[in-house]
């Protein structure tokens, strides 16, 4: 089978974030407004090219102080800066529908090569026989390598701010005919 284009359904999908805070607990975020760019034969991803787009503007940390804090020059720069991105270079099978895929994020100005772990949940058709692919990914990004480095420290020691970003996306997409 040869690589289909396969459009991303954001309302059965979603990309997540977790951080650690003041070393003690740990902050959770999402992003409501991501696309992709998929050409993929979901049975062999290693042929596949992928290239995702996050608006770093939807982030949702349920605290709106919080998240207009983070659209500032502090950290993400919205204005500046609106999007993260992400273009596949090389994936590589590590199991049984499972791989790493390696590419190139751009954060805030700054591009870095990152791995991320990804799984092929399944493939099937919905009621009205549109041809549905689960995919689902993690990975972690070091905030300050992306020139991230806002935080405080505490006066009993350690950062308010974790500097690891632990990331986790739920794709599902539809293969276009």
Known sequence: MSNAKW???ATHSSV???IRHMM???VKGTF???DADIEANPSDLTTA???FSVDLSSIDTRNADRDNHLRTGDFFDTENHPKLTFKSAQI???DDDEYAITGEVTLHGVTRTETFSATFEGEGKDPWGNVK???SAKGSLNRSDYGLTY???LETGGVLIADEVKISLEIQASQQA
């Open 7 to 9: 459009i991303v359904d």
């Open 16 to 18: 997540d974030f977790t």
């Open 24 to 26: 003690i607990s740990k």
């Open 32 to 34: 409501h407004t991501f």
């Open 49 to 51: 090219n992928i290239a």
């Open 92 to 94: 590589s099978k590590t």
């Open 133 to 135: 692919a689960g995919f």
């Open 151 to 153: 935080n405080a420290a």
